[in-house]
C-alpha cells in the first residue's frame, strides 16, 4: 500500500474538482487548480469573481487562508494553508507549471481578466477509502511523488 503522502500527492494531482473554502465565505468554491512541483495548489480564478474576492487578503494581511477540498468518490485530500495572488513573473512560471498538469485556454488571460493563487500547504489531512482520516506532515507531502498511473486517479 502507497504512503498516505503519495497517495495525498496523487489525488491533488489528478484531474479532480477542487472545492475552496475561505474562512469569511458563505459558501465552498468550485475552483480550477493543479499543483506545481512541491506540491502547492495553483488556484485559476476569474479577477473580479466571487473565490477572487473571497481571497482578498484583508486588514493589510498578504495572504489568505483557505482550504482546498480534492477528491473523487473514493478518497478525498484537503489542503489547508495560507493563499496569495501571483503577478509578474510568478505567475507566469505558476502557469507555465499548471499547463504542464492541466492545460486550460483561461491561462493565455492571467493577467488579463483571470489569476493565479498559490496556496502554501500547512496541513494535509487525506480520507481513505474506508472513510478514516490521516493527518499527512506537510514536508512528507512536498517531498513525496504522485504515483504515476495511465488515467487520472478517481
Known amino acids: 500500500m502507497p ?5 495525498a500527492r496523487t489525488i491533488a494531482c489528478g484531474h479532480h474538482a477542487g ?3 475561505v474562512p469569511w465565505a458563505d459558501s465552498p468554491f ?4 493543479a499543483v506545481d512541483s512541491v506540491g502547492r495548489p495553483l488556484l485559476l480564478v476569474r479577477v473580479g469573481g466571487a473565490l477572487d474576492r ?3 487578503p484583508r486588514d493589510g494581511d498578504e495572504d489568505t487562508a483557505m482550504v482546498l ?3 473523487g468518490d473514493r478518497s478525498r485530500v484537503w489542503i489547508s494553508g495560507w493563499a496569495t495572488g501571483l503577478a509578474g513573473l510568478a505567475a507566469r512560471a505558476a502557469a507555465l507549471e499548471f499547463a504542464e498538469a492541466n492545460p486550460a ?3 493565455l488571460d492571467v493577467g488579463r481578466g483571470f489569476r493565479l493563487y498559490r496556496l502554501d500547504v500547512a496541513e494535509v489531512r487525506l480520507q481513505c477509502p474506508a472513510g478514516h482520516l490521516t493527518d499527512v506532515d506537510a514536508d512528507d507531502y512536498a517531498a513525496a511523488e504522485p504515483e504515476v498511473s495511465s488515467s487520472p486517479v478517481r
Open 3 to 7: 504512503h498516505p503522502a503519495a497517495t
Open 19 to 21: 472545492i475552496a473554502q
Open 30 to 33: 468550485r475552483v480550477r487548480h
Open 54 to 56: 473571497a481571497l482578498t
Open 69 to 71: 477540498a480534492v477528491g
Open 105 to 107: 485556454s483561461d491561462l
